[in-house]
Nanobody, 121 residues
């Protein structure tokens, strides 16, 4: 089994910064794509940022230039540096990771438990 542990959420004033982490552990042979999603109250979960195994990144238009996704493959850990935070960034942030647990390219998707980010105006 694979476990994802998120950390780094909290309460911050508008214009401030937070750094989220998502650490994967367990039966991991290799990690493919790693993504950050968020879900605000009453809204659908949306993709915020993604990073491939090779390090290619993509971002939602709403966070481009403010958020930076990165990963440490040696630690199976992904990060989301969030700068210039706005009240509309308030949401529960989830990490999603695609993992090969058997070395036979048997890919499975795992989700973190979510971490709350609240940005006050």
């Amino acid at each position: 089994q694979v476990r994802l542990v998120e950390s780094g959420g909290g309460l911050v004033q508008a214009g401030g910064s937070l750094r989220l982490s998502c650490a994967a552990s367990g039966s991991i042979f290799r990690v493919n794509g790693m993504d950050w999603y968020r879900q605000a109250p009453g809204k659908q979960r949306e993709l915020v940022a993604a990073i491939s195994s090779g390090g290619s990144t993509s971002y939602a238009d709403s966070v481009k230039g403010r958020f930076t996704i990165s990963r440490d493959n040696a630690k199976n850990t992904m990060y989301l540096q969030m700068n210039s935070l706005k009240p509309e960034d308030t949401a529960v942030y989830y990490c999603k990771v695609v993992v090969d647990t058997t070395s036979r390219l048997d890919w499975n998707t795992y989700w973190g438990q979510g971490t709350q980010v609240t940005v006050s105006s």
